[in-house]
DNA sequence: TAGGTGATGGGACTCGGTCCCATCGCAGTG
DNA sequence: CACTGCGATGGGACCGAGTCCCATCACCTA
């Protein structure tokens, strides 16, 4: 019988991922996912608060590494340095075995505006978090939010290539560059005379 | 008879945030704004893509006008000042007299993380337009999405101080505050050696 | 062997959203 | 003054997401 078979979550989670990339994320049922996973929609939504919840499971415990690397590094460190340390707490996520699957997911996610949606939502939670890391390290308001906001970017942009079907380089490298680039136009930014009103 | 009363749209997007407010969001019907405005759940679905759609009716236009105003500033114009004009573009969409429903429009979508999705999408679409119009000048990819972000980062602040219900000051002084004080953020961020790999 | 506990199954229910068709009001046309 | 075409509305059937409640099952312990 079904009931009892081990890791709920982990099945729930692989049968919406296939049926997701086969037919599509609104094409699939909740109904669908859970007959697939052996249970059946009462147990879905006691593991997820809703349908596409079941593809950001592991963002949570992603912010939580972030403001961790943060809060812990040395005194003294430089922001930029702080984001570096950060996008490199989410590395574990992204090895090499786990390729195919963020592929896959980001995938799903870009031919849908309410999965969009949520990734914004948990990629602004990002943003919090890391805004709340750098204000209890001392750094001002506008600063903080500034830096988040290019944190995330970064994270972003080196999710993005590090999926890229044909990439072959691992993350750490990825965020590195990433956050290189983007630290040399803020400087560009920052450097503008802003014109007199 | 109800029927063929002008502005429906207009009628049902006063409806929704009354009712929003009165009630909240999540306890209100779309059937009930409907009725509020006299109408039915099939001519509300026909003027709104969705429930949420009602609170983001401007937000379109507000895209177009930033793109707009980037791609018809002087040649040669810096960044910094591009971001500017398209700031001051959304200026008509916040007027005095606009203010306390712009400040009811914030409470209900702070009130509900549904809503802060949608919010946080069309902020996305906003990002994208700004960043297109920069590639279109020539700006190189990663620059033009940083500065989008700062836009986007400055225009959502702007657009925070100036519906807080003590603020006097207007949208246009606020918008050139907000963007100079990140722009000397981002000098500092851009500034800072990065730690040697 | 008899509870006790936590997870699951299952069904009823509400509401968002889609679809289709009948209906209405307003032209314009003869 | 009818007739007709057109666009907007009303209304009902329908599906799926999500909630709620309760019966049921498996495992553990006394």
């Known amino acids: 019988m079904a009931r009892w078979e081990p890791n709920p979550r982990e099945r729930l989670e692989r049968a919406a991922l296939a049926l997701f990339v086969e037919h599509g994320y609104e094409a699939t049922t909740v109904a669908g996912i859970a007959d697939r996973a052996g249970l059946t929609k009462s147990t879905f939504f006691r593991h997820f608060a809703d349908k596409r919840e079941v593809l950001f499971g592991g963002q949570d415990?992603?912010?939580?590494?972030?403001?961790?690397?943060?809060?812990?590094?040395?005194?003294?460190?430089?922001?930029?340095?702080?984001?570096?340390?950060?996008?490199?707490?989410?590395?574990?996520?992204?090895?090499?075995?786990?390729?195919?699957?963020?592929?896959?997911?980001?995938?799903?996610?870009?031919?849908?505006?309410?999965?969009?949606?949520?990734?914004?939502?948990?990629?602004?939670?990002?943003?919090?978090?890391?805004?709340?890391?750098?204000?209890?390290r001392g750094t001002p308001e506008t600063a903080a939010r500034l830096a988040a906001e290019v944190g995330v970017l970064a994270f972003g942009t080196a999710y993005a290539r590090w999926a890229e079907p044909d990439n072959r380089q691992p993350y750490p490298q990825i965020a590195h560059a990433v956050l290189a680039e983007l630290r040399a136009c803020a400087a560009d930014l920052g450097a503008q005379a802003p014109a007199p009103a």
């Open 61 to 136: 415990a992603l912010a939580d590494g972030f403001g961790e690397a943060i809060r812990t590094a040395p005194p003294g460190t430089a922001s930029v340095d702080l984001l570096a340390a950060a996008l490199l707490a989410a590395a574990p996520f992204f090895g090499p075995e786990r390729h195919d699957l963020g592929r896959q997911r980001r995938t799903v996610i870009a031919a849908n505006s309410e999965l969009q949606e949520r990734e914004l939502l948990k990629r602004a939670r990002l943003a919090a978090v890391i805004a709340d890391a750098l204000r209890e």
